[in-house]
């Protein structure tokens, strides 16, 4: 089990672009969450998903952000019209019941 | 809101001292609360939860509820502790929404 895969690692984007973040979760784990890191920070949760659900997106902005988690492939996290504050490292979890298991999470820069 | 306070952004102990991370938080009911570790060029991992009342790696952590506290411990530091640690909390009969601290980066000296 190779672990929680998120892929790019880096992702530069310019003002008014369009990030998406993959999450590929752990063989057996239904259940993922997206958390985001900004500088001196610690992580501050944003969504949880399940298969094709969104359970709990409380942490979640209103504008602009949205997160989905299909029957098939990875879960995106998806940051339209991006702006510099949106900067940040973005980590996704995995986890079959309780233990939250993360991957190595996407440092997003924008210009 | 609730919240989850480290204090100490950077630690610095010597092999062999005894080592704490600072942890406390704010929730009014029972939460319950894990220490996560990030050593260098690895991603986050769990490294206990206070439900298990485990030790791992040495560390042990306490839950205060009196103080509203879960500081880290280790009676005798390692180099190769060294890491990032964060404190984190999440309602209590789940761990769904983690709350995180703003992490404690230890450095254990020869």
């Known amino acids: 089990n190779a672990g929680v895969m998120q892929n790019p690692r880096h992702l530069v984007r310019r003002r008014g672009q369009e990030a998406r973040l993959r999450c590929s979760p752990m063989k057996g784990h239904s259940h993922v969450y997206w958390y985001r890191q900004l500088p001196e920070e610690g992580l501050k949760f944003m969504v949880y998903l399940q298969k094709e659900n969104i359970i709990d997106e409380s942490g979640m902005p209103k504008e602009r952000f949205s997160a989905e988690f299909p029957k098939e492939g990875p879960s995106i996290l998806r940051i339209q019209q991006v702006v510099r504050g949106d900067s940040a490292a973005y980590f996704c979890?995995?986890?079959?019941?309780?233990?939250?298991?993360f991957g190595p999470g996407t440092r997003l820069t924008v210009l | 809101a609730q919240r989850v306070t480290q204090p100490e952004k950077l630690l610095s102990v010597f092999k062999g001292a005894p080592v704490e991370l600072k942890c406390n938080y704010s929730?009014?009911?029972?939460?319950?609360l894990f220490w996560y570790v990030q050593y260098s060029r690895q991603r986050l991992q769990l490294l206990l939860r206070h439900i298990s009342r485990e030790s791992i790696k040495g560390f042990t952590a306490d839950l205060n509820k009196g103080e509203t506290s879960f500081h880290l411990k280790k009676p005798f530091a390692q180099e190769e502790d060294s890491a990032m640690y964060y404190c984190?909390?999440?309602?209590?009969?789940?761990?769904?929404?983690?709350?995180f601290g703003s992490g404690t980066q230890l450095t254990v000296l020869p």
């Open positions: 929730y009014s009911g029972s939460p319950e």
């Open positions: 984190a909390w999440a309602p209590s009969g789940s761990a769904r929404q983690l709350t």
């Open positions: 979890a995995s986890s079959p019941r309780n233990e939250q298991f």
